[in-house]
């Protein structure tokens, strides 16, 4: 079924949205500006890293998320690499987001979407050591005072051998 002209039209403006949002919130992840990142989140935000194994069949995975936040542990987090005391990031990684893939769709509450994203990460820290991160996520964006925030972001990496410690976000 054809949809009317109009109702494609809002559906594209609403993905640029979207993707503007998206792509704006990795230029600053890349910047290292958490206390902007933080900004773009709801005070009733979830951060959910889950456990991930490659096993046969449907099986729930073992144990609790790597990362379970709320908007309190993500600012906990970001105090702590402002103290200057996290060793992980002294010196603090340099980044590149790469965000791709973006898909939206409505949510049943109208002031809220859902957004599907894949993305790539690299991650070069103390000048020798590199990662990659790939994967997927899905957020539900809340409208908010007419801006867009992060309500819920659900990531999926597809990294099978992860470091003991994660010091940067997806």
């Not at 902007?36 to 490659?54: C, K, N, V």
């Not at 993305?119 to 005072?145: H, I, N, S």
């Not at 007419?146 to 994660?166: S, Y």
Request: charged share 30%; net charge negative; proline share 4%.
């Amino acid at each position: 079924m054809m949809m009317p002209a109009h109702d494609l039209s809002t559906r594209w403006q609403l993905k640029q949205e979207i993707e503007d949002f998206l792509f704006r919130e990795a230029h600053i992840l890349d910047e290292h500006r958490l206390h902007d990142w933080l900004d773009l989140f709801t005070e009733d935000a979830e951060y959910i890293l889950p456990l991930r194994e490659y096993v046969e069949g449907k099986v729930e995975p073992a144990g609790h998320p790597i990362i379970k936040d709320d908007k309190d542990m993500l600012r906990i987090r970001v105090a702590k690499d402002d103290t200057g005391y996290s060793h992980v990031e002294i010196p603090v990684s340099m980044t590149c987001h790469l965000i791709s893939n973006v898909v939206v769709d409505a949510s049943s509450d109208p002031d809220e979407v859902i957004a599907l994203s894949a993305f790539t990460v690299r991650q070069a820290r103390k000048l020798r050591d590199e990662a990659w991160w790939a994967g997927r996520r899905e957020d539900v964006l809340r409208r908010v005072d007419g801006e867009w925030k992060i309500a819920r972001r659900l990531v999926h990496l597809d990294n099978t051998v992860l470091p003991r410690g994660i010091a940067i976000f997806f």
